[in-house]
């Protein structure tokens, strides 16, 4: 087995093993198209980058790249390193967060999820969302999300982007888009509803009156994590009260 060090002088290399098969879900194929869009930049691009961009981490889901360039109009040397998702497609998002509204007992309710999320090491409250897996539409990862995360069986579900929308495009390439769906929590099939979860998610789900979400987070704000796009949103709607 061959082994690469990261960083020769750094006392926290990592070492990357060529031949270690939990790191394999991202191929070469991958790692070329993420650097290629750096190679072919527009002549109008503010920077200059001075190097191929490098890989110096490369896990199970996503990779490190660190990017040697400077502004055209300064010949200081910078350094950028962010962290980029396996790509299914070129400019298809990541991911699908569903703005989902619960209509029940005559009353209409957001269907919100409180997950444990591990770089924050605390809980989380966002909307339903995942990944877009490998053949699906927006459409159909949203209701297959929802369905999972929540136990909801969506009635409709309308796709407002399916264009990428960066999350933090500062640190990440990673990119969402967004569905509304629309939930008959007084059909038969949403009497019941069951989470389909994967092992390693832990999530409860919260329905909040929709009149009453942004006051309910407010007061939630110091014991949870309130997701930014769920703050943004409330706010939004609010404003109309």
């Keep these: 087995m061959s082994t690469s060090w990261i960083g020769d002088n750094d006392d926290n290399r990592r070492r990357i093993d060529d031949n270690d098969d939990d790191r394999t879900r991202i191929d070469d194929n991958d790692d070329d198209r993420t650097i290629d869009k750096w190679c072919s930049l527009p002549i109008d691009c503010p920077v200059e980058i001075l190097e191929k961009p490098k890989i ?49 007992g005559g009353k209409s309710y957001f269907v919100f999820v409180k997950e444990y999320r591990l770089p924050p090491a605390e809980y989380c409250f966002e909307f339903p969302a995942g990944l877009l897996e490998e053949g699906e539409t927006v459409i159909d990862a949203a209701r297959r999300e929802l369905k999972e995360e929540t136990g909801y069986t969506a009635s409709k579900v309308i796709c407002l982007s399916d264009r990428r929308h960066p999350m933090a495009p500062h640190l990440t390439d990673n990119s969402i888009c967004y569905a509304m769906a629309e939930i008959n929590g007084d059909s038969l099939e949403n009497r019941n509803p069951r989470m389909h979860l994967d092992e390693a998610e832990i999530i409860e789900v919260v329905e909040v009156e929709c009149n009453k979400a942004f006051t309910y987070v407010q007061s939630i704000s110091t014991k949870v994590n309130v997701d930014g796009m769920v703050y943004a949103f409330l706010l939004g709607y609010n404003a109309k009260f």
């Design 56 to 104: 110096v981490y490369r896990g199970q889901w996503t990779r490190t790249i660190e990017i040697r360039y400077r502004k055209r109009t300064n010949k200081k040397e910078e350094i950028s390193q962010s962290l980029h998702r396996k790509e299914i497609s070129p400019n298809r998002p990541h991911g699908v967060e569903v703005i989902a509204t619960l209509h029940k």
